[in-house]
C-alpha cells in the first residue's frame, strides 16, 4: 500500500513539473491545471466555424498558425456570437498574437447618450496585422483564441477566423465594404511613388446610421470601436460623405490604415437614437444599424498646382492695377493736351459743362411735382437756364468763409451761436435744397470730422484683428493636435493643406480683398493729393463748385475692404459656428459706410458722427450674434428684433425727412412732446395726406420702409436659419435701394453719368450677380452638424485648386472695388456746376 501511494505521488510530481518548466506543451497536449478550471484546447484551422459551451469551469483555447512571408501584410478577422439573454454572463473572448492582445465580450454593449445601452451579439474584429518586418526568410506565427464565461450555466458561442484577401486598398480603386456598430472595418493604404497627397473619399447612398472615417498610423492596437476611434489619428463624423487629405510627411513609412466605425446614435451626426427590437423566441437584439459604404482614395494636386494658384491670384488682381495705371495716363494725356485753355478749366472734365436744374415739389399754393425750376436759389443768384446748351463762363459768388483752429468736437465758430439752430429750420425746411445749404460749415472741420471715421476704424481693426488672428491659430493647433475634423466646417473635397493651415485654398483667394482694398486707398489718395493742390493754389472751381471733397469716407471703405479681407482668411482658418462673426462684421460696417458716403455727398454737414455710426455697428453686430444663439427657436428673440427693425426704421426714415431738424423736448414734463407728434402727424400726413411737402424724400423713405417691413415680417414668420446673412441681405437691401433712388434722381435732375462710372455700374452689376450665384453654391454650413455639412461638398472648379466659395471671394472682392468707384466717380459730371445749382435728394 505504501509502496502504491509512493508511486502516485512521483507521478503528480512529475506532471506537475512538466506543467511549471513546459507550459507551451502542455498546451499542445491539452492538458492544463488552471485552479479548478479544465481548459480545452483546439488546433484550429482557418475559415471553420466552431461552436461550443463555456461556463466558469470550462475555459476553450483555439491555436491558429501561419507563415507569414517577407514583404507580405497578412490580415485576420474574427467573428464570433453568443445569442444568451442574459447580460450578466457574457462570453468573454481573448485574442492573443506575437505583440498584442485584442478582448472584447459577447454581448458587445455600446453605451449612447443619457446613458442608453446597446447590446450586440454578433461582433467581428479585425486583428492587427504584423508589422512588416524586412526578414529573409519566411516565419511561423500563433493566433490564440481564449473563450471563457463567468456563467454558472452553459453559454453556447460561434467561433469564425479567416483572412483577409482585400485588406489593402489601391489608388484610384473604388472598393465597397459594410460596417455595423459591433463590426468595424479598418484597410491599409500604401503611398505610390512620387505622391506626397491623397484625398480618402468615402460616400454612402443613405445618411444613416451615423459612421465615422478616421486615419490611423500603423501601430497596434487599432482603435476601431466607437468609445475609442477618437483617441488616435484624423477623423470625421459622416452621413453620406467624408474626406480626408493626407499629407505623406504626416506618415513617415509612408502607409497608414482607413478606419471605419459605425455610431450607436445618430446624435453626432444630427439624428436620433436607433430602435432596438428584441426578438424574445431567439433572444436576439435588430439594432438594423447596417452602412454599405465606398472607399476611394486618388492622388491630391501636386506642389506646382499651389505655385499656379498662387500665381493666377497674383495676375489677376495686378491686373487691376495695371488697368489703374493705364486710365490715370490716358486722363493725364487728354489734360496736358488741353492745358492750352488755362491751367484748370471747365473742360478739363470729362465733357461739356451742364448746370444741373432742381426738381421743384409742390408747395402749399401748388405746383406739379417733378417741373424744372427755373428760379435760382436762395444761395446762389443766376441759374444755369437753358439746361447747359449755351453755357457762360462759371460767376463766383464768394461767400465769406472763417478758418479757425476750432477743435473738431465743434462744427464751426458759427454754429456755437445760438441763433444757428433758427438758421438751420429756415434753411433745411425749405421745400428745395441745394448743396449749398448743407455745406455752409467749415470745409476743414468738415474734414477733420469726416476723418474720425479712418482713425476710429483703424483702431477697431487693430482691437478686433489681434484676438481674433490669436483665436484661430488656437482652433488649428487643436484641430492638428487632436485630429478631429469636425471642429471645422471645410469643403473637405477642395481642402488644400499647406503647412499648418488645413485649407490654404479658402485663405488665398480673400488676397483681392487686401490687394484692391489696397488699390482703392490709393486711387483715393490721387485724388486727395490732386484736391489739395487746388485747395492751396485757391482754384475757384476746387472751392465753390461741384460736390464737396471730404475722402475721410473713401479712405475708410478702402481700410474696411482690406480688414474684410483679412478677417475672411482668419474665418476659413476653421470656420465654424463661434467665430462666423469674423466673415461678417466688417461686411456690415462696409454695407453701412456705404450709405453714410451716398448720404454724405449731398449732405455734408448733416451726415452721421463716427461715433454713433460705430455705435450703431455695434448694436448691429450684437444683434447679429444674439439672432445665430437666439434666433433659430426663440419666439422672443424674433418679437423684440422685429419691434427693434420696425421702430429703427422709422427713426431713421423721420430724420431723413425732416434733414435732422425733428426735435422732442424731453426736457418737458407736461404733454408737449405729445401735442407735438400729433401736430406734425395732422399738418404732414392729414392735411398734406395727398401731396407731401418733401415728396422725392417721401417716395424713397415709404419703399425703403416697405422693404424692411417685409424683412421683419420675413424674420418674424420662418425664421431665418442663416441669421447672419438675413442681417446682411437687410443692409444689402438698403444699400442698392438707395443706390437706385440716387441715380434715378440724379438723372430725373438733368445730370450726366460720365463713361467711367457707367462702366463701373455696369460692371458692378454683372460681377454682383455673378458672385451671388457662386455664394449661393452652399459647400457647407455651420448651422447643421459636420456630418450633415460634409453632404454639401463639392470637387474643385478651377484649377483643381479652388471652389465655388473661393470664386465667390475672387468675384464680391471685384464687386465691392467697383462699386466704391461707382461711390467715387459718380457726381464727377459736377465738377464745374455751382454748388447752388446743385439739388439734394
Not at 485757391?538 to 465753390?544: F, I, S
Not at 478677417?567 to 470656420?575: D, F, G, I, K, T
Not at 459706410?593 to 449731398?602: D, E, G, S
Amino acid at each position: 500500500m505504501c509502496r502504491f501511494l509512493g508511486i502516485m505521488m512521483s507521478l503528480l510530481w512529475t506532471l506537475h513539473l512538466i506543467q511549471a518548466v513546459e507550459p507551451v506543451k502542455a498546451l499542445n497536449l491539452g492538458i492544463s491545471v488552471a485552479g479548478n478550471r479544465p481548459t480545452a484546447s483546439t488546433g484550429a484551422e482557418f475559415g471553420r466555424l466552431y461552436t461550443g459551451q463555456v461556463d466558469r469551469n470550462t475555459e476553450h483555447i483555439y491555436s491558429f498558425n501561419y507563415t507569414n512571408r517577407p514583404s507580405q501584410v497578412d490580415a485576420f478577422r474574427v467573428f464570433v456570437s453568443s445569442f444568451s439573454d442574459n447580460l450578466q454572463y457574457p462570453v468573454l473572448f481573448v485574442v492573443r498574437q506575437q505583440k498584442g492582445v485584442l478582448s472584447w465580450e459577447v454581448p458587445l454593449i455600446f453605451r449612447g447618450l443619457y446613458q442608453k445601452s446597446y447590446p450586440y451579439q454578433q461582433v467581428s474584429r479585425t486583428l492587427c496585422p504584423m508589422e512588416l518586418v524586412e526578414e529573409a526568410v519566411p516565419s511561423e506565427q500563433f493566433i490564440f483564441v481564449d473563450v471563457a464565461s463567468m456563467a454558472s450555466f452553459n453559454v453556447e458561442y460561434k467561433l469564425l477566423v479567416t483572412r483577409i484577401k482585400d485588406f489593402e486598398l489601391h489608388t484610384g480603386i473604388a472598393f465597397d465594404f459594410t460596417a455595423t456598430p459591433s463590426q468595424p472595418e479598418y484597410f491599409l493604404y500604401k503611398f505610390p511613388e512620387n505622391v506626397d497627397f491623397v484625398i480618402i473619399k468615402v460616400v454612402s447612398k443613405n445618411s444613416y446610421p451615423c459612421s465615422v472615417v478616421s486615419v490611423q498610423d500603423i501601430v497596434c492596437p487599432v482603435y476601431d470601436l466607437d468609445h475609442n476611434v477618437e483617441f488616435n489619428g484624423i477623423y470625421q463624423s459622416m452621413t453620406k460623405k467624408a474626406a480626408i487629405t493626407i499629407q505623406r510627411k504626416d506618415f513617415p513609412n509612408g502607409q497608414f490604415y482607413v478606419v471605419f466605425v459605425i455610431k450607436p446614435e445618430d446624435y453626432t451626426c444630427g439624428g436620433s437614437a436607433p430602435i432596438g427590437i428584441q426578438d424574445k423566441e431567439n433572444h436576439t437584439w435588430n439594432l438594423q444599424r447596417v452602412k454599405d459604404l465606398q472607399v476611394t482614395i486618388v492622388p491630391s494636386i501636386k506642389a506646382s498646382v499651389y505655385v499656379k494658384a498662387i500665381l493666377l491670384c497674383f495676375v489677376i488682381f495686378l491686373a487691376f492695377y495695371l488697368g489703374t495705371l493705364i486710365v490715370a495716363f490716358v486722363q493725364y494725356i487728354r489734360i496736358q493736351r488741353k492745358s492750352t485753355d488755362g491751367p484748370y478749366s471747365p473742360d478739363d472734365g470729362a465733357g461739356t459743362v451742364t448746370a444741373s436744374h432742381p426738381i421743384s415739389t409742390s408747395t402749399p399754393e401748388g405746383s406739379s411735382y417733378g417741373a424744372i425750376d427755373e428760379s435760382s436759389s436762395s444761395g446762389g443768384g443766376g441759374g444755369g437756364g437753358g439746361g447747359g446748351r449755351n453755357p457762360s463762363p462759371p460767376v463766383a459768388i464768394p461767400r465769406p468763409r472763417t478758418y479757425s483752429d476750432s477743435s473738431v468736437e465743434e462744427e464751426s465758430d458759427f454754429d456755437t451761436m445760438p441763433e444757428i439752430e433758427s438758421d438751420k429750420n429756415v434753411i433745411r425746411t425749405k421745400t428745395f435744397l441745394y448743396v449749398s445749404d448743407l455745406s455752409r460749415k467749415d470745409r476743414r472741420i468738415i474734414s477733420k470730422k469726416y476723418k474720425i471715421y479712418l482713425w476710429n476704424i483703424i483702431t477697431i481693426a487693430v482691437f478686433y484683428a489681434l484676438p481674433v488672428i490669436q483665436l484661430v491659430v488656437t482652433y488649428q493647433t487643436v484641430v492638428n493636435v487632436t485630429g478631429n475634423q469636425d471642429i471645422c466646417y471645410f469643403n473637405f473635397l477642395c481642402a488644400h493643406p499647406l503647412g499648418v493651415l488645413s485649407a490654404f485654398n479658402n485663405i488665398l483667394s480673400n488676397l483681392g480683398h487686401v490687394m484692391l482694398g489696397f488699390l482703392f486707398l490709393l486711387i483715393v489718395l490721387r485724388r486727395d493729393i490732386h484736391h489739395r493742390r487746388l485747395l492751396e493754389n485757391k482754384n475757384l472751381y476746387a472751392m465753390e463748385y461741384g460736390i464737396p471733397k471730404h475722402f475721410g469716407l473713401f479712405y475708410t471703405m478702402g481700410v474696411a475692404l482690406t480688414m474684410e479681407g483679412v478677417l475672411s482668411a482668419c474665418y476659413h482658418v476653421c470656420p465654424n459656428y463661434s467665430n462666423f462673426q469674423f466673415d461678417t462684421s466688417f461686411m456690415y460696417m462696409i454695407a453701412g459706410l456705404c450709405m453714410l458716403k451716398l448720404y454724405q455727398t449731398r449732405h455734408p454737414d448733416i451726415n452721421a458722427s463716427a461715433y454713433a455710426a460705430y455705435a450703431s455697428f455695434a448694436v448691429v453686430i450684437f444683434l447679429a450674434v444674439l439672432g445665430v444663439v437666439f434666433g433659430k427657436s426663440n419666439e422672443w428673440f424674433w418679437a423684440i428684433f422685429t419691434i427693434i427693425h420696425v421702430l429703427g426704421s422709422l427713426a431713421l426714415s423721420t430724420h431723413i425727412y425732416y434733414m435732422g431738424r425733428f426735435k422732442i423736448d424731453v426736457s418737458n414734463t407736461d404733454l408737449g412732446i405729445f401735442r407735438r407728434i400729433a401736430m406734425v402727424v395732422y399738418t404732414d400726413c392729414m392735411q398734406q395726406c395727398s401731396w407731401p411737402m418733401y415728396m422725392d424724400r417721401m417716395v424713397l423713405l415709404v419703399v425703403g420702409n416697405l422693404v424692411n417691413w417685409s424683412f421683419a415680417i420675413f424674420g418674424l414668420v420662418y425664421h431665418p436659419r442663416d441669421f447672419a446673412s438675413y442681417m446682411l441681405g437687410i443692409f444689402i437691401c438698403n444699400l442698392l435701394l438707395y443706390l437706385a433712388f440716387y441715380i434715378i434722381m440724379k438723372l430725373r435732375s438733368s445730370e450726366k453719368i460720365q463713361p467711367m462710372p457707367l462702366f463701373c455700374i455696369i460692371a458692378t452689376a454683372v460681377i454682383w450677380a455673378s458672385a451671388l450665384y457662386f455664394f449661393f453654391q452652399n459647400l457647407s454650413s455651420w448651422e447643421e452638424t459636420p456630418a450633415e455639412s460634409r453632404e454639401k461638398n463639392h470637387e474643385c472648379i478651377l484649377m483643381e485648386f479652388f471652389d465655388e466659395h473661393d470664386i465667390w471671394h475672387f468675384l464680391s472682392a471685384a464687386a465691392m472695388f467697383f462699386s466704391f468707384l461707382v461711390l467715387l466717380t459718380l457726381d464727377d459730371d459736377l465738377d464745374f456746376v455751382r454748388r447752388d445749382q446743385i439739388p439734394v435728394f
